[in-house]
């Protein structure tokens, strides 16, 4: 009798076009190629892995499916072991992780906003030092190695005084510290230019993101100026090209049923235009619009269900490939915990206030204290620390893709659970996985013969 099991997050795909025989598993993030024979006998479970055990010659290939994870000990829990990875990971984090709002004003008023209106709220210097003292007692307390900070807002490039100054003082911070200090901006690119992208390099910004939600018509509709009717389309445009080269430009397309569609149109003008080249440093996804609060409840009915959401990505990825972009995001990626969830990730808004989650900036309901005050243990942050998706939702502990998302969204998890139908916070690894995987197979193919001159067959 074998003394292995099969693993319950191996995922099991016969590759017609390659006539491949493959085992995904999700714990070891890994893709093994097998022989017909073998596949067979694994298929078979315990009677197929006791005939490999004893069998000498295949001792090289048990080693290599246990460290894959495709086998383990009878007696491994494999639930406990991801709790644990799941917790080591939140509670040993070396990364002190801040989101920091600057200003909550926009110059935009975009259809799905889930923040509302907040004009005049910006952050002075008297928080900047706090929130300096603040970021100095985290990493004294918890010997952080490393600080990310993400600039959010609002538009976080309406208040560059804020970014500029305070961005210096976390610098001179983690210097003095033998801190690494990285960042990156989400921002609308209404206001960008080569001086505030030079400027931003210097502040140790890798990257920025933008949103772009279709061709001019489509984004006007969907973002358009609060105080004039000229096109946010054209600024931005006009803006992201002045700095590709810069600094890498991730461009995202939130999109919904009606715009995505016009997502593609989109894709299309920005090959023409030369985005798509990789000396241009620019990335394209497809972001999921979602009823995030009340404010924007009104765009619920025009809402994606995972489901579509997982086949318009997919289909957009595709088309992204037909011209010739080569994607990086085709293979799993395991999503070991949200920082939300960890007590290394903090958002901080314009007054110092301290909040979980990106979607909670400015709910009082969610307020957890003040970069002015030491901060104490209270119910709302212990759910956040206490969140458990394989103790608290019995569908996580039998889903075989849970290594990918860890439960998904922690923040639809706790607050809206159940408001989006079925996997409404699922991965589309979880929908779509034999199609997606065979999309990677055939890019890696592609890539592989192109590197080779076509002359050898993909290695396993």
């Given at each position: 009798?074998?003394?292995?099991?099969?693993?319950?997050?191996?995922?099991?795909?016969?590759y017609r076009k390659g006539n491949m025989y493959l085992i995904y598993n999700a714990i070891s993030n890994g893709l093994a190629k097998l022989e017909p024979e073998v596949y067979r006998l694994i298929r078979s479970g315990e009677q197929g892995l006791d005939k490999l055990e004893r069998d000498e010659s295949k001792r090289q290939l048990l080693d290599s499916l246990r460290s894959g994870h495709i086998?383990?000990?009878?007696?491994?829990?494999?639930?406990?072991?991801?709790?644990?990875?799941?917790?080591?990971?939140?509670?040993?984090?070396?990364?002190?992780?801040?989101?920091?709002?600057?200003?909550?004003?926009?110059?935009?008023?975009?259809?799905?906003?889930?923040?509302?209106?907040?004009?005049?709220?910006?952050?002075?210097?008297?928080?900047?030092?706090?929130?300096?003292?603040?970021?100095?007692?985290?990493?004294?307390?918890?010997?952080?190695?490393?600080?990310?900070?993400?600039?959010?807002?609002?538009?976080?490039?309406?208040?560059?005084?804020?970014?500029?100054?305070?961005?210096?003082?976390?610098?001179?911070?983690?210097?003095?510290?033998?801190?690494?200090?990285?960042?990156?901006?989400?921002?609308?690119?209404?206001?960008?230019?080569?001086?505030?992208?030079?400027?931003?390099?210097?502040?140790?910004?890798?990257?920025?993101?933008?949103?772009?939600?279709?061709?001019?018509?489509?984004?006007?509709?969907?973002?358009?100026?609060?105080?004039?009717?000229?096109?946010?389309?054209?600024?931005?445009?006009?803006?992201?090209?002045?700095?590709?080269?810069?600094?890498?430009?991730?461009?995202?397309?939130?999109?919904?049923?009606?715009?995505?569609?016009?997502?593609?149109?989109?894709?299309?003008?920005?090959?023409?235009?030369?985005?798509?080249?990789?000396?241009?440093?620019?990335?394209?996804?497809?972001?999921?619009?979602?009823?995030?609060?009340?404010?924007?409840?009104?765009?619920?009915?025009?809402?994606?269900?995972?489901?579509?959401?997982?086949?318009?990505?997919?289909?957009?990825?595709?088309?992204?490939?037909?011209?010739?972009?080569?994607?990086?995001?085709?293979?799993?990626?395991?999503?070991?915990?949200?920082?939300?969830?960890?007590?290394?990730?903090?958002?901080?808004?314009?007054?110092?206030?301290?909040?979980?989650?990106?979607?909670?900036?400015?709910?009082?309901?969610?307020?957890?204290?003040?970069?002015?005050?030491?901060?104490?243990?209270?119910?709302?942050?212990?759910?956040?620390?206490?969140?458990?998706?394989?103790?608290?939702?019995?569908?996580?502990?039998?889903?075989?893709?849970?290594?990918?998302?860890?439960?998904?969204?922690?923040?639809?998890?706790?607050?809206?659970?159940?408001?989006?139908?079925?996997?409404?916070?699922?991965?589309?690894?979880?929908?779509?996985?034999?199609?997606?995987?065979?999309?990677?197979?055939?890019?890696?193919?592609?890539?592989?013969?192109?590197?080779?001159?076509?002359?050898?067959?993909?290695?396993?």
């Amino acid at each position: 009798m074998s003394k292995y099991k099969l693993s319950n997050y191996n995922h099991y795909i016969f590759y017609r076009k390659g006539n491949m025989y493959l085992i995904y598993n999700a714990i070891s993030n890994g893709l093994a190629k097998l022989e017909p024979e073998v596949y067979r006998l694994i298929r078979s479970g315990e009677q197929g892995l006791d005939k490999l055990e004893r069998d000498e010659s295949k001792r090289q290939l048990l080693d290599s499916l246990r460290s894959g994870h495709i086998i383990v000990e009878k007696e491994f829990d494999e639930i406990e072991f991801l709790r644990a990875k799941m917790n080591m990971g939140r509670f040993g984090s070396t990364v002190l992780s801040l989101t920091i709002v600057p200003t909550l004003a926009c110059n935009l008023k975009c259809v799905y906003c889930y923040e509302g209106v907040k004009i005049g709220k910006y952050m002075d210097e008297s928080i900047e030092d706090a929130i300096t003292n603040f970021t100095e007692s985290q990493i004294r307390r918890f010997g952080y190695r490393g600080l990310t900070v993400s600039w959010y807002g609002g538009e976080p490039l309406m208040h560059l005084k804020a970014i500029y100054s305070l961005s210096r003082k976390l610098i001179n911070l983690c210097r003095r510290k033998r801190v690494n200090y990285q960042a990156m901006v989400v921002t609308n690119g209404t206001i960008l230019n080569k001086t505030i992208a030079r400027r931003l390099k210097a502040c140790k910004v890798t990257h920025i993101q933008v949103t772009i939600d279709g061709p001019k018509e489509t984004h006007d509709v969907r973002r358009p100026f609060i105080s004039n009717n000229k096109s946010s389309f054209d600024t931005i445009v006009r803006n992201v090209e002045r700095v590709l080269g810069i600094l890498p430009v991730h461009i995202r397309i939130n999109v919904d049923r009606t715009n995505y569609e016009q997502s593609l149109e989109l894709v299309e003008e920005m090959k023409n235009r030369g985005w798509l080249d990789e000396s241009k440093n620019c990335l394209f996804y497809i972001g999921y619009t979602r009823e995030w609060t009340s404010v924007c409840s009104n765009i619920a009915s025009q809402c994606f269900t995972m489901e579509e959401f997982s086949k318009a990505e997919l289909e957009f990825q595709k088309e992204l490939i037909s011209r010739g972009f080569r994607l990086s995001n085709l293979y799993p990626s395991q999503y070991s915990y949200c920082v939300a969830t960890s007590p290394a990730g903090f958002v901080i808004d314009p007054h110092g206030e301290l909040y979980k989650c990106w979607a909670d900036v400015g709910n009082r309901e969610a307020y957890l204290g003040n970069v002015k005050e030491p901060l104490e243990m209270n119910a709302k942050l212990l759910e956040w620390l206490s969140y458990e998706p394989l103790l608290q939702f019995p569908e996580c502990r039998v889903c075989k893709f849970f290594p990918i998302c860890a439960g998904g969204c922690p923040y639809v998890a706790l607050k809206q659970r159940g408001k989006f139908g079925r996997n409404y916070n699922c991965t589309p690894w979880k929908i779509l996985m034999r199609k997606k995987m065979e999309v990677f197979l055939e890019q890696l193919a592609e890539a592989q013969s192109t590197q080779s001159g076509g002359q050898n067959e993909m290695a396993s």
